[in-house]
């Protein structure tokens, strides 16, 4: 199994910047692809960014050129930076890793763009 545990969602206003972390219970090196989805109210889950085999990473257009999603090996930890937020970024971020062809999914994490 992969545990998954994000961190470092909150209230940000337009414009501003959060990092958000998801820390795994197992190496990344092992798990076959991991990334960012999230889920608006009313809406269905969408992806935003994640590595996929090779480590070639996958951006939704809607964040291409504000978001970065990056990892660190040593700490089984991956990142989402996200710059310029808007508004319409307001959702719950999960985590997400593929391994041995099973999905795993963080608990989430609330991030509000407002002023």
């Known amino acids: 199994q992969v545990q998954l545990v994000e961190s470092g969602g909150g209230l940000v206003q337009p414009g501003g910047s959060l990092r958000l972390s998801c820390a795994a219970s197992?190496?990344?090196?092992?798990?076959?692809?991991m990334g960012w989805y999230r889920q608006a109210p009313g809406k269905e889950r969408e992806l935003v960014a994640a590595?996929?085999?090779?480590?070639?990473?996958n951006y939704a257009d809607s964040v291409k050129d504000r978001f970065t999603i990056s990892r660190d090996n040593a700490k089984n930890t991956v990142y989402l930076q996200m710059n310029m937020l808007k508004p319409e970024d307001t959702a719950v971020y999960y985590c997400?890793?593929?391994?041995?062809?099973?999905?795993?999914w963080g608990q989430g994490t609330q991030v509000t763009v407002s002023s």
């Open positions: 997400n890793a593929v391994w041995l062809e099973i999905r795993y």
């Open positions: 590595f996929t085999s090779g480590s070639r990473t």
């Open positions: 197992r190496s990344i090196f092992s798990i076959n692809a």
